[in-house]
Nanobody, 114 residues
Framework: QVQLVESGGDLVQAGGSLRLSCAASGRLVRLAVLGWYRQAPGNQRELVAHITGGGSTSYADSVKGRFTISRDNAKNMVFLQMNSLRPEDTAVYYC????????WGQGTQVTVSS
């Protein structure tokens, strides 16, 4: 089993920045893919970014150039640095761990005011 705990969500003005953190614990595999997803009211959950065990990253087109995903394998953490935030970034952000199956955190709310 894997447990994920997100933090860092907040209310921020458009153009501002936030850094989300996710702490992983349990039976972890270094090669697991870690990712951030988000879900806005009335929308499906969507991929924001993910990072492989080797450090390769991938981003949704809507966040490219604004968001940066990183991981600290020694601390079993994954981060999402979000800059130039827009109102359309408002959502609950979920941490994801993928190895043989998906594990999810409880989510952290990000609200961007215009």
């Amino acid at each position: 089993q894997v447990q994920l705990v997100e933090s860092g969500g907040d209310l921020v003005q458009a153009g501002g920045s936030l850094r989300l953190s996710c702490a992983a614990s349990g039976r972890l595999v270094r090669l697991a893919v870690l990712g951030w997803y988000r879900q806005a009211p009335g929308n499906q959950r969507e991929l924001v970014a993910h990072i492989t065990g080797g450090g390769s990253t991938s981003y949704a087109d809507s966040v490219k150039g604004r968001f940066t995903i990183s991981r600290d394998n020694a601390k079993n953490m994954v981060f999402l640095q979000m800059n130039s935030l827009r109102p359309e970034d408002t959502a609950v952000y979920y941490c994801n761990y993928r190895w043989e199956r998906d594990y999810w955190g409880q989510g952290t709310q990000v609200t961007v005011s215009s």
